[in-house]
């Protein structure tokens, strides 16, 4: 069938087969072809949109080739007007979206905006790499049809630890956009620094949010619900969803230095980490802070963390509080404890009508499996993923191999992780396959996507995050929307190339897997004084 398909493609006018050259494009696109001829892009071109909902994505389309190109094009709703570039709903589309670029016109298909806009960033990319003749821009003709593999492709964001601030966030969210991915983890809360405003909890931010990783005196840094509404409109605009984490019932210890009164205690190590499971005005306290993240984020999806909590829960065996729960409840162990504070929490949640997602120590938790999402990060532990799927429970990869970019890149690195020697070169990120996962073949539904998680101890400047994040985000973009089929590493290598010089143009601080002494590690610089 397909050879019947690939000899009925090269049978069409205009086309023709040429299995060596595939587009300029980062994720590379389920299928193409390349014409034999070009289309000339000038401000003479415009943008039209077969409807009012487009005007959105042609606006899109139009700033980036000004930015980009510094073509200044006008837009307007209409049909397929000649030599222009025309944006249309075609519901019978299935998924994904189709671009074709003919010497007549470009045009761009798909049922949905956001395969719109997915095709947009194709075309944008196809016009950075065209080249500029007197009269425009020549763009080579291609027809491309193409989908995403999983329809989760996360990045998550650590500002617990170190807080980047509003205006890197937003240069992370373009390239996220650039490369399709479309689900934003913000990592919020955590033991260093509590990084969003509440309103009824004012101390949460103005005080949880003093200090970091590297400096426990520095100045309050944290989000306004303003910024916060800022962002994820930004990130709308980018068909990204952001899902913020609050993180519980461990990782509390910025909180618990604002409100001590809802502290469970800690470890040594871990000082003042969990929320009090045994006091009942700690699920009124937490239930409401989530009512004001949920009306923040329209994604309907709240992180509740839940990992890592033995780390310091240790005084719950002799609460007098948290035994007095256990004889009530019937509950045997710690784990237990934290189990039901978890679902405690998720009945919150679901009465908001959010989903619950969660680290995977919470396999076991007897979570809604409709209502919950599970993140498998313990690379070290494939039964989790298991107990996951045996659960029914919708599961999101992202195992600290291949894909936590606080790992480093090359062995000689020395201010990232390793795990046992191991760690996540650009390759190792780019040859995920879910099929090394011993995924059963009646629970492959239940995996939603992969997501790269870039932890902030480490991460004390924009350089290391540049350095962490580029070019591995290209990587994990590939791994997330091209099927296993069409990836080949030394093809994306090559397409690499030319975006390293985006990386440069954009002033990005970005590894060169081709020339790693151009951009050294960038040492942690840590202002931390004893
Ligand atoms: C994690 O890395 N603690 C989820």
């Given at each position: 069938m397909k050879?019947?398909?690939?000899?009925?493609?090269?049978?069409?006018?205009?086309?023709?087969v040429?299995?060596?050259e595939?587009?300029?494009?980062?994720?590379?696109?389920?299928?193409?072809?390349?014409?034999?001829n070009?289309?000339?892009l000038s401000?003479k071109?415009?943008?039209?949109?077969?409807?009012?909902?487009?005007?959105e994505e042609?606006?899109?389309?139009?700033?980036?080739?000004?930015?980009?190109?510094?073509?200044?094009?006008v837009?307007?709703?209409?049909?397929?007007?000649?030599?222009?570039?025309?944006l249309?709903?075609?519901?019978?589309i299935?998924?994904?979206?189709?671009l074709?670029?003919?010497?007549?016109?470009?045009?761009?298909?798909?049922a949905?905006?956001?395969?719109?806009?997915?095709?947009?960033?194709s075309?944008?990319?196809?016009?950075?790499?065209?080249?500029?003749?007197?009269?425009?821009?020549?763009l080579?003709t291609w027809?491309?049809t193409?989908?995403?593999?999983?329809?989760?492709?996360?990045?998550?964001?650590?500002?617990?630890?170190?807080?980047?601030?509003?205006?890197?966030?937003?240069?992370?969210?373009?390239?996220?956009?650039?490369?399709?991915l479309?689900?934003?983890?913000?990592?919020?809360?955590?033991?260093?620094?509590?990084?969003?405003?509440?309103?009824?909890?004012?101390?949460?931010?103005?005080?949880g949010?003093?200090?970091?990783?590297t400096?426990?005196?520095s100045?309050?840094?944290?989000?306004?619900?303003?910024?916060?509404?800022?962002i994820?409109?930004?990130?709308a605009?980018?068909?990204?969803?952001?899902?913020?984490?609050?993180?519980?019932?461990?990782?509390?210890?910025?909180?618990?230095?604002?409100?001590?009164?809802?502290?469970?205690?800690?470890?040594?190590?871990?000082?003042?980490?969990?929320?009090?499971?045994g006091?009942?005005?700690?699920?009124q306290?937490?239930?409401?802070?989530l009512?004001?993240?949920?009306?923040?984020?329209?994604?309907?999806?709240i992180?509740?963390g839940?990992?890592?909590?033995?780390?310091?829960?240790?005084?719950?065996?002799?609460?007098?509080?948290v035994?007095?729960?256990?004889?009530?409840?019937?509950?045997?162990?710690?784990?237990e404890?934290?189990?039901?504070?978890?679902?405690?929490?998720?009945?919150?949640?679901?009465?908001?009508?959010?989903?619950?997602?969660?680290?995977?120590?919470?396999?076991?938790?007897?979570?809604?499996?409709?209502?919950?999402?599970?993140?498998?990060w313990?690379?070290?532990?494939?039964?989790?993923?298991?107990?996951?799927?045996k659960?029914?429970?919708?599961?999101?990869i992202?195992?600290?191999?291949?894909?936590y970019?606080?790992?480093?890149?090359?062995?000689?690195?020395?201010?990232?992780?390793?795990?046992?020697?191991t760690?996540n070169?650009?390759?190792?990120?780019?040859?995920?396959?879910?099929a090394?996962?011993?995924?059963?073949?009646?629970?492959?539904?239940?995996?939603?996507?992969?997501?790269?998680?870039?932890?902030?101890?480490?991460?004390t400047?924009?350089n290391?995050l540049?350095?962490?994040?580029?070019?591995?985000?290209?990587?994990?973009a590939?791994s997330?929307?091209?099927?296993?089929?069409?990836?080949?590493?030394?093809?994306?290598?090559?397409?690499l190339?030319?975006?390293?010089?985006?990386?440069?143009?954009?002033?990005?601080?970005?590894?060169?897997?081709?020339?790693?002494?151009?951009?050294?590690?960038?040492?942690?610089?840590?202002?931390?004084?004893?």
């Open positions: 050879k019947l398909l690939l000899s009925l493609i090269c049978c069409l006018p205009g086309y023709m040429n299995a060596q595939s587009p300029l494009i980062i994720p590379t696109p389920a299928e193409y072809q390349k014409g034999k070009s289309f000339l401000d071109t415009a943008i039209n949109f077969s409807e009012d909902l487009l005007q042609a606006h899109y389309l139009q700033k980036e080739l000004l930015r980009k190109r510094q073509l200044p094009l837009m307007e709703k209409a049909g397929h007007g000649n030599q222009n570039i025309s249309q709903i075609i519901p019978t299935k998924e994904g979206y189709q074709t670029i003919s010497e007549t016109n470009i045009t761009i298909s798909s949905t905006e956001t395969g719109i806009f997915h095709g947009i960033i075309l944008v990319q196809l016009i950075e790499q065209a080249e500029r003749g007197p009269s425009g821009l020549t080579p027809q491309i193409d989908r995403p593999l999983y329809d989760w492709r996360g990045f998550m964001l650590d500002e617990s630890r170190h807080f980047f601030g509003i205006e890197k966030v937003k240069s992370l969210l373009d390239w996220m956009a650039y490369y399709k479309n689900k934003f983890h913000w990592h919020l809360t955590d033991a260093p620094g509590w990084r969003i405003e509440i309103k009824k909890y004012p101390k949460l931010a103005l005080v949010g003093i200090g970091n990783q400096n426990p005196f100045p309050a840094q944290y989000y306004t619900q303003e910024e916060i509404k800022e994820v409109q930004y990130a605009e980018r068909k990204i969803e952001v899902i913020p984490e609050i993180d519980m019932p461990g990782h509390a210890t910025a909180a618990n230095k604002a409100y001590p009164e809802y502290s469970g205690g800690g470890s040594e190590k871990h000082p003042e980490f969990t929320f009090h499971p006091k009942e005005a700690t699920y306290y937490l239930t409401n802070i009512k004001e993240v949920n009306v923040l984020f329209p994604s309907q999806m992180h509740l839940g990992d890592e909590v033995s780390f310091g829960n240790q005084k719950w065996k002799t609460d007098p509080e035994q007095d729960l256990m004889n009530a409840e019937n509950l045997t162990n710690l784990k404890v934290e189990d039901y504070f978890m679902k405690r929490m998720a009945d919150s949640l679901y009465s908001l009508n959010n989903q619950l997602l969660a680290w995977d120590e919470m396999a076991e938790a007897g979570l809604p499996t409709d209502k919950s999402i599970l993140l498998w313990r690379h070290d532990k494939p039964e989790q993923l298991q107990k996951l799927l659960n029914d429970i919708q599961t999101i992202c195992p600290r191999i291949p894909f970019f606080d790992f480093v890149q090359q062995e000689e690195d020395r201010f990232g992780r390793k795990w046992a020697g760690f070169p650009l390759e190792r990120v780019y040859n995920f396959n879910e090394d996962l011993n995924v059963p073949a009646n629970k492959k539904h239940l995996i939603l996507g992969i997501q790269a998680n870039l932890w902030t101890e480490t991460v400047d924009e290391r540049d350095y962490l994040t580029f070019p591995r985000i290209a990587a994990l590939e997330a929307w091209t099927a296993p089929e069409h990836k080949d590493f030394e093809n994306f290598s090559d397409r190339k030319k975006h390293l010089t985006l990386y440069k143009d954009a002033s990005l601080y970005f590894h060169n897997p081709f020339d790693p002494k151009l951009h050294p590690e960038p040492i942690m610089r840590t202002s931390l004084r004893k």
